[in-house]
């Protein structure tokens, strides 16, 4: 028979991959942020996502009801920053794009949103996980399982699931930046193309959650 902690290792293996390693802003800036800096800058987003991350479900731990109204109540402005950001970055990257691919170098512009540099990374990881409601009601709801059976194991039992879980987080979003990187290093042409891409994939996304905010929005509860 497995033990209490193999349980919660395997249960955590199998739900993460569904939040950690799907398509969003985090990933498509991660991709971004490789290609400005190397590997490094999507390790850097990751750390920026686990700052926000760890106290939030420590939190959800604790104070789960609590937590679930406060962000029903500030969804909306909570994706209102999301959709700003995401398209102040896309507007840098394309800069950028623009300017690589007339032969004047890269602004760097993209690089030093946030705050600038290595720093600009960790916080582009931290704005797009503690403003991104999706991500918070992801921990309520298909996530909420881990913190409900690593409870039974007290604070031990909680860090072993925690462990298992953000370990993929910064795999998978180093993993992503890595990508990025080796197509800045094939030329200025191919990153001109992919800096403009991600500019427009992230814009897709914004746009994405706007209008699903302006649904939920002007949605009219059914009688019944």
Sequence with gaps: ????????????LA???????????????????????????????ALGHMVVELPYVLLLYRFTSTLRS???????????????????????LLR?????????????????????GLLGAVV?????????AYFLLWWLTVGYPLIEESSKLGLRGFTVMYVSHVWMDFAWL????????AV???????????????????VVFSIKIAVTTFKDMTAVPRAG
């Design 15 to 45: 739900i993460t991959p569904s939040g950690a390693l799907s398509p969003g802003p985090l990933s498509a800036s991660a991709v971004a942020l490789g290609a400005l800096m190397g590997p490094l800058g999507g390790f850097l987003a």
């Design 174 to 181: 180093t993993l992503l930046a890595g990508g990025g990187d």
């Design 70 to 92: 406060f962000i029903g109540r500030f969804k909306y402005a909570l994706n209102l920053v999301v959709v700003l950001f995401l398209l102040y970055f896309s507007y840098m």
């Design 184 to 202: 800045r290093l094939l030329g200025s042409t191919p990153y001109a193309i992919l800096l403009g891409a991600l500019a427009a994939i992230l």
């Design 1 to 12: 028979m497995l033990s209490s902690y193999r349980v919660v290792v395997l249960l955590t």
């Design 96 to 116: 950028d794009s623009i300017s690589i691919a007339m032969g004047l170098g890269g602004s760097q512009g993209s690089a030093s949103v946030a705050g600038g």
């Design 124 to 132: 582009t990881g931290a704005l797009l996980t503690g403003f991104n």
